[in-house]
Every structure is written in structure tokens, then in C-alpha cells.
């Protein structure tokens, strides 16, 4: 699984060539299919269409780079209706609102874990806010049927698959503990 903010700024290399000629401006997701399709490369103008690499054509995505085979496979946005609603919406995962059923706020989306073979998202990284995250870490919430994506807002139904990741906290808390001892 690759994180989905880990890669905005990757620069795009042609494997034929070795040529660098892009970097990643942003990441499409569908949130009726709940997957990454590809990645804004140019975002276009007043007479062209975005440029995009759908997923399906990339080869490998690594550290430092995303690779593909060659420059046949950058796409107008125009020419893929799913990406060009996409773009038209402005749709964005990355800091959209996460509540529950209940109406409480649980956070904005951080980031999101997908497969990065099928485009698949398997998870959201979700922040409380800046401190939360340093001191008790982020949410980690799988994605399910028992969360539904809306223009606005990210809506989940079932709070017991929310999980913490990272944070401070808990080596303060093994600290203390073996001062105890």
C-alpha cells in the first residue's frame, strides 16, 4: 500500500527515454468507486484539456519518481469522462470533512492508503487537529461499506473501526511505567 500524499510533487520519468518531464499536481479519486484513477500532470488552460496518466498506464511508482513507459500514455482529461467530472467538481479527498452518523465531527481526511496495482483505497488518515496528532496520533479508518462519501463530507456508520496511529503518547506512557518498576 502506498500513501496517496507521498506522491504529489513525484516527478513522472519515461521509462523508454529516462526523460523527466512532469510532476504530480494532484491525485483523482472516484468516490462512487472509491479508487485513485491517476494523476494531474498539467492542469491545462482555457483551450486544452488537463493532462493526466491514469493509473493503469503507470509502471511503477517508487520512492522518488513515478515511472511509466512512455509519453503516449498522457491523456486529456476530456478524453475520460470519469477524470473530467472529477476535475470539473474539484473533487479532493485531502482535508475534506469526516463525520459520523451521528452528526459529530471526527476530523478532515490527512491522507489515504491505496492499492497502488488496482487504485483501490483501503484507508483514510483522518487529523483532529495538529496537537491530537503529535500527542495521541491520527485516526486510521478502513474503508467499508459502512462509510459513505459525499461531495462535502465523509460520513461514517460503525465508530468501532476507528483506530490511532502514532502519536506521543503512548512512549510517555511506557516511560512512565518503567520508572514505576
Do not use: C
Not at 51 to 62: A, C, E, F, R, S
Not at 78 to 106: M, S
Not at 110 to 117: M, S
Not at 133 to 159: Q, V
Amino acid at each position: 500500500m502506498k500513501k496517496a500524499k507521498h506522491i504529489l510533487g513525484l516527478p513522472i520519468i519515461l521509462l523508454d527515454t529516462g526523460e523527466e518531464i512532469f510532476d504530480i499536481k494532484d491525485i483523482l479519486f472516484s468516490q462512487k468507486n472509491k479508487r485513485l484513477l491517476g494523476f494531474l500532470i498539467d492542469e491545462g488552460g482555457w483551450f486544452k484539456g488537463a493532462k493526466i496518466v491514469l493509473l493503469k498506464h503507470v509502471h511503477t511508482i517508487g520512492k522518488d519518481a513515478v515511472i511509466i513507459q512512455n509519453k503516449k500514455v498522457i491523456m486529456s482529461s476530456t478524453q475520460i469522462p470519469d477524470v473530467e467530472e472529477v476535475l470539473e467538481k474539484k473533487y479532493t479527498l485531502f482535508q475534506l470533512k469526516v463525520i459520523d452518523n451521528e452528526g459529530n465531527r471526527v476530523g478532515r481526511v490527512e491522507d489515504v492508503l491505496f492499492n497502488e496495482k488496482t487504485g483501490h483505497l483501503h484507508y483514510l488518515e483522518v487529523s483532529e487537529g495538529v496537537f491530537e496528532d503529535i500527542f495521541y496520533g491520527r485516526l486510521r479508518i478502513p474503508l467499508s461499506n459502512n462509510i459513505k462519501f459525499e461531495d462535502k463530507a465523509i460520513i461514517i456508520t460503525n465508530k468501532k473501526q476507528i483506530k490511532k496511529i502514532g502519536g506521543l503518547k503512548k512512549y510517555f506512557n511506557q516511560d512512565i511505567e518503567k520508572r514505576e518498576v
